[in-house]
C-alpha cells in the first residue's frame, strides 16, 4: 500500500499568527497539547486511507477534534458550528482562522470508520505517554474497579409492538437495497398487522385473536424465506453486506418470538398463540428490535435500568481511567474482571499491588485467578456463601469439614448427603427432614415444611474463608476504604462526560464513546500535571521570537 498523505495546515498566514499570539492560553486545550503528541494517530489509522487522489484530513486532527466534542458533549451539528467559531479550538486543532471545512457529517463518519477497537488504541498510547511521563505505572498501585449503568436511547415496548419491530427490521431494508425482493415479498406474503394496533379496549377474545394474527403473520414472514421459490432470488443477493444484515434481522424477530410467545396447545397446530408470562420469559430477554443490544438491568435491589453498564478500571496513585468497557446490563459485574485487568497487564507490563471492587467482584472464580497471579483481590465476601435470603440462620452458623465432606448445624446434627451444583460451582448439602423436624431451632433454620435444611458450599469455600480472615484485618479495611474514589470518577464519566444516556444504538458505538470519555478524563489528569484544572484563562501576552513556530 502506497504511503498515506494528510491535508497540512503548517503554513499558517500572518493573519493567522497575529490572532493566535493575541489569544491566551487555554486552561484545557494549550495544555492538552504541550502534555500529548497526537501524531501516533497518523499512524494507527493510516490503513483506513488509500495513498490516492484528494488527501485525507490528518487523524490526530480529527481525534483532538473527538475529544473536544466529547469533552463539551456536543452533538455533531453543535460540534461543527462550534469549530468554526471557536479559536481555542481552531488553534489546539492547527487549523487556519478562516477555516470552515468540517461538515457535521464529517464526525459520524470517522468515529464510524474507526471504529471502537482504534479509539481503544488510542486511549492505550496516550495511556503510553502518561506512563513515560512517570504519572502512573507503579507496582505499588492499587486499582480500584466498579460499574455504572447507561441508559439506552430505546423506547419500552409491549410484545405486539416489538414482534411489528421486528418484521419492519426486514422488510424496510429491503425496499431500499433489493426492491425486486421487496415487490415479491409485499405481493406474497400477507402483512396486514404490520397496520395495525394492539386492541387495549377490545374483549380478552378480541385481543388474543389480534395478538395470535401478528404472529401468524411475523412466523409466515420467516417461513416465506425459506421457502424453495424464494430462495435463489434471496443468495443471489449481490450485496454480501446486506443480505448478511438480513438475515441477522430474520434471527432476531425468530428470537423475539420464541422468547415472547408459545402457542396455546402445543400438540394443536391450530392453536392460538399467547404472550408468555414475565416469569416464564428468559433472563436473556430482547427488549427492542431498534437496539438489539440493550437489557434490562439492575445496579440495585432498588435501581433497575435498561441500557448497558460500563465498567471501569481506575489507578489509585494517578486517577487515570486505565481501561473502561460497556457490557450487557443483566450482566455480573465480576463475569469479566480478569478480562479487563489483564488488558493493562498486557498493554503496558504493569502489575497493581492489589485490585478493590465491592462484593459483586468478589467471586470465587475471581479470587482462585487471581492468586494465580500473585495479586491481592479485595472485595467482600459474595452475598450468596453468607447471608440468608429469607433472613434465617446463614451458612457462616454451619460448619463445613472439607476433608470428610461434611456439615454440621448448630444443633450438632451431621449430614453428608449433596448435590453437586454445576452453574453455581459448588455443592448443595441436604439435612434430613426427620432431623429437623424435632429441631428446637427450626424457626429460625428454615421455613420448609416438608423438607430439610439445606446448605451450599463453594467450591472456593477455602479461598472465601482466607478473604474473610483477610477482610476483617488492618491491611483488608485499608484497601476497602480506598475504594470509594472510583465513585467520583464514575461520577465524572457518566455525568460529565454524558455516558449516563446513551446517545446511539449498538454496543459498538456506545463503546466508541465509552473510549472517548476515557480519554478526555485522562486528558484532564494529565493536564493538571502542569497546573491547578480551573476554567481561567493566563493572560499574559506571550509572543515567540521570529522564526520559531507557533505553539498550539
Known amino acids: 500500500m502506497s504511503r498515506v498523505q494528510y491535508k497540512q495546515f503548517d503554513q499558517l498566514s500572518f493573519a493567522d499568527f497575529e490572532v493566535y499570539s493575541n489569544l491566551p492560553d487555554h486552561p484545557i486545550w494549550s495544555r492538552a497539547a504541550e502534555q500529548i503528541d497526537f501524531l501516533f494517530a497518523d499512524d494507527i489509522c493510516a490503513h483506513l486511507y488509500s495513498g490516492r487522489g484528494q488527501y485525507p484530513y490528518a487523524p490526530s486532527l480529527k481525534l483532538k477534534l473527538h475529544l473536544v466534542q466529547r469533552y463539551y458533549n456536543l452533538s455533531d ?35 464510524s470508520r474507526m471504529g471502537s477497537e482504534l479509539f481503544d488504541a488510542c486511549h492505550h498510547h496516550i495511556l503510553a505517554q502518561a506512563k513515560q511521563k512517570g ?14 449503568p447507561t441508559h439506552g436511547a430505546i423506547a419500552r415496548r409491549s410484545a405486539y409492538r416489538l414482534i411489528q419491530q421486528g418484521m419492519l427490521r426486514i422488510i424496510n431494508p429491503l425496499k431500499r437495497s433489493y426492491p425486486a425482493l421487496h415487490q415479491r415479498l409485499m405481493k406474497e406474503v400477507r402483512l396486514s398487522t404490520l397496520q395495525t394496533k394492539f386492541p387495549h379496549a377490545a374483549t380478552e377474545e378480541q385481543r388474543l385473536s389480534a395478538f395470535s394474527e401478528l404472529v401468524v403473520q411475523a412466523f409466515g ?85 435498561t441500557g448497558d453498564k460500563v465498567q471501569v478500571v481506575q489507578s489509585t496513585l494517578s486517577g487515570l481511567v486505565l481501561t473502561a468497557e460497556p457490557i450487557p446490563g443483566n450482566e455480573d459485574d465480576g463475569k469479566r474482571l480478569l478480562e479487563l485487568v489483564d488488558r493493562v497487564w498486557t498493554k503496558h507490563g504493569v502489575k497493581p499491588a492489589a485490585v478493590v471492587g465491592d462484593t459483586a467482584y468478589g ?11 500473585n495479586v491481592v483481590l479485595s472485595a467482600p465476601i459474595w452475598s450468596q456463601f ?58 429460625d433454620c428454615t421455613a420448609a415444611e416438608k423438607a430439610g435444611r439445606t446448605v451450599f458450599i463453594s467450591d472456593y469455600y477455602e479461598l472465601h474463608q482466607q478473604a474473610k480472615t483477610f477482610n476483617e484485618t488492618e491491611e483488608g479495611k485499608a484497601l476497602q476504604s480506598a475504594r470509594p474514589a472510583v465513585e467520583r470518577k464514575n461520577n465524572e464519566l457518566k455525568n460529565h462526560q454524558g455516558l449516563g444516556r446513551a446517545r446511539t444504538r449498538s454496543r459498538e458505538t456506545r463503546r466508541r464513546d465509552v473510549k472517548l470519555a476515557s480519554m478526555v478524563a ?31
Not at 527 to 551: A, D, E, W, Y
Request: aromatic share 12%.
Open 522 to 552: 485522562n486528558l484532564k489528569v494529565m493536564v493538571k500535571q502542569v497546573g491547578s484544572l480551573t476554567l481561567s484563562f493566563c493572560r499574559k501576552r506571550v509572543v515567540p521570537p521570529h522564526g520559531i513556530s507557533l505553539p498550539i
Open 77 to 111: 451539528r453543535e460540534m461543527e458550528e462550534r469549530v468554526i467559531g471557536d479559536l481555542f479550538i481552531k488553534r489546539f486543532a492547527g487549523l487556519p482562522v478562516a477555516f470552515t471545512g468540517f461538515d457535521h457529517s464529517t464526525f459520524g463518519l470517522d468515529r
Open 386 to 443: 453468607g447471608a440468608n435470603p429469607k433472613g434465617m440462620l446463614n451458612n457462616e452458623s454451619f460448619t463445613y469439614d472439607p476433608v470428610a465432606r461434611t456439615v454440621t448445624c448448630p444443633n450438632g446434627q451431621v449430614t453428608n448427603k449433596s448435590v453437586y451444583n454445576a452453574k453455581k460451582e459448588g455443592t448443595q448439602y441436604k439435612f434430613l427432614a426427620s432431623a429437623c423436624a424435632s429441631c428446637p431451632m427450626r424457626p
Open 363 to 373: 467471586t470465587g472464580r475471581n479470587r482462585s485467578e487471581f492468586a494465580e497471579r
Open 221 to 305: 414472514l420467516l417461513y416465506w424465506f425459506e421457502s424453495a421459490p424464494v430462495r435463489p432470488t434471496f443468495w443471489s443477493w449481490s450485496r454480501a453486506d446486506r443480505q448478511l444484515a438480513s438475515l441477522e434481522s430474520q434471527a432476531l424477530l425468530y428470537k423475539i418470538l420464541t422468547q415472547y410467545v408459545h402457542p396455546e396447545d402445543p400438540e394443536d397446530p391450530n392453536a392460538p398463540f399467547k404472550k408468555r408470562t414475565k416469569s416464564k420469559r428468559p433472563q436473556d430477554l430482547v427488549v427492542s428490535a431498534v437496539d438489539p443490544d440493550v437489557r434490562r438491568g439492575y445496579k440495585s435491589k432498588s435501581v433497575k435500568f
Open 135 to 148: 504519572i502512573w505505572g507503579n507496582n505499588k498501585d492499587l486499582w480500584l474497579v466498579d460499574s455504572f
